[in-house]
T-cell receptor, first 111, second 114 residues
Framework: GENVEQHPSTLSVQEGDSAVIKCTYS??????FPWYKQELGKGPQLIID?????GEKKDQRIAVTLNKTAKHFSLHITETQPEDSAVYFC??????????FGAGTRLTVKP | EPEVTQTPSHQVTQMGQEVILRCVPI?????FYWYRQILGQKVEFLVS????????KSEIFDDQFSVERPDGSNFTLKIRSTKLEDSAMYFC????????????FGSGTRLTVV
């Protein structure tokens, strides 16, 4: 089955710096890779996703890159702001049905 | 924007009691899910539900758990006899089609077993 590993578990950056979070997955058949942001007391919110037919996708300050050969994908946040502080989860599909999540990265953006 | 609604937001129950967590998925969605998140840990898959039956369940989803779609709108998770280790956030999710795109999560129910 799908196994998703996420690093780092915590990340602290200064406001304005970039943050990068990395995930690896095990199932080479996986073809969809979402990233979720979870703020305190809330459910995971989809912030960006990528399908396996592209290598990079960008949405304003957020980008995701995918390397299918190496089976890893990364979240890039540029010009970080304090409101970016949250826990970020990567995920990959299992059996084209449910999602398997990484362990999460707690991002802290210091003003 | 359509939302997945979960009630209650927080439930406290005594060990051994039954609890029912409720979810109203997005109206045109066909696939429904429950996930669990123990404090500070990753989000874990519990069960998926499609066409009025369980399509997949994890090893966490043992005989103490059951799901039901009693009417056209609600999707419930029942824990028959709660244990202390059932304390967690429980998230409902739904999606519309056969692919995994477009998952939407509810805001969760915090279950505290005392």
């Amino acid at each position: 089955g799908e196994n998703v590993e996420q690093h780092p578990s915590t990340l602290s950056v200064q406001e304005g710096d970039s943050a990068v979070i990395k995930c690896t997955y095990s199932d080479s058949a996986s073809n969809y890779f979402p990233w979720y942001k979870q703020e305190l007391g809330k459910g995971p919110q989809l912030i960006i996703d990528i399908r396996s037919n592209v290598g990079e996708k960008k949405d304003q300050r957020i980008a995701v890159t995918l390397n299918k050969t190496a089976k890893h994908f990364s979240l890039h946040i540029t010009e970080t702001q304090p409101e970016d502080s949250a826990v970020y989860f990567c995920a990959a599909p299992y059996n084209n049905n449910d999602m398997r999540f990484g362990a999460g990265t707690r991002l802290t953006v210091k003003p | 924007e359509p939302e997945v609604t979960q009630t209650p937001s927080h439930q406290v129950t005594q060990m051994g009691q039954e609890v029912i967590l409720r979810c109203v998925p997005i109206s045109n969605h066909l696939y429904f899910y429950w996930y669990r998140q123990i404090l500070g840990q990753k989000v874990e898959f519990l069960v998926s539900f499609y066409n009025n039956e369980i399509s997949e369940k994890s090893e966490i989803f043992d005989d103490q758990f059951s799901v039901e779609r009693p009417d056209g709108s609600n999707f419930t998770l029942k824990i028959r006899s709660t244990k202390l280790e059932d304390s967690a956030m429980y998230f409902c999710a739904s999606r519309v089609g056969r692919t995994v795109y477009g998952y939407t999560f509810g805001s969760g129910t915090r279950l505290t077993v005392v």
